[in-house]
């Protein structure tokens, strides 16, 4: 992700308000990221009707992981999974309203905060300071280390571990591919994820880099008018998966949708990048992919 993509500055402090929670929630999912343009009046807000939402720790060996978690609050059975990947401003509410959408459909899903090691992007005033702060030190392998941790807790906590699939948005979207490449995920959905980039001792490869080692196909939803992520790239990326396509069906499977005249971010309801008929269609096609492929 280019380092204007999320927002140009990030105030330090968050403009928070509570929400009544079925789990003790203590920061994860409270508040929206204090952006340099103010939160859209008409973000959405997804009750707690019917489920149960909160912050939960996930172990990772000796290290316990935050999480926000929503599941359904009557549940017949184990639940099918998805894992909710964040943008660079990790686990707000924005990122929290998006799992109990999930639980309203009857998804088990979890958005672990992956930077948590590295530290509060909020503490950095300008996305370039979280880009080197708190981005750049968080190894993907560290990350995926992370996931998979969070779909063993899921196993031990009413998911469905044949039914995983994993969805995240920018910082997040580029995340899902690499997720794909895990033998648990059924399917992926990546929003505006980034799939080329320079190599670096932490993010040595990226999703132009691992089309054949797919293991589940990805939905790929990007704008046409997203000044950090060119069509020229996405092109790359189709063209490794046509590549791979012979000999790997998940490659083969992998879509597109690319809506014209659509910035970055089009789906973030807090911003003022939203566009609400790319973001609704691409909720139902999210929607429709994971139940396409089994995550149902």
Known sequence: MTKDQDSKTVSGDRRSFMKASAVTATTIGIGFVAASEPVKAAAIETDFTGIKAGEQMIPVGSFQLPAYVSRPEKA????????VVSEIFGVHEYIADVTRRFAKLGYLAIAPEFFVRAGD???????AEIQKNIVAPTPDAQVLND?????VWAGKNGGDLKKVGVTGFCWGGRITWLAAT????????AWYGRVIGEKTENN????VDIAAELKAPVLGLYGGADAGISLESVEQMREALAKAAPKNPAAKACR?????DTPHAFHADYRATYREGPAKDGWAKCVAWFKQYGVV
């Open 182 to 189: 895990l033998p648990q995920v059924r399917a992926g959905v």
């Open 121 to 127: 992007p909020n503490a950095f005033g300008t996305v």
């Open 76 to 83: 017949k059975g184990a639940l099918p999974v998805v894992i």
């Open 204 to 207: 040595p490869r990226h999703p």
């Open 256 to 260: 597109f949708e690319i809506y014209p």
């Open 147 to 151: 996931l998979q941790a969070a779909l």
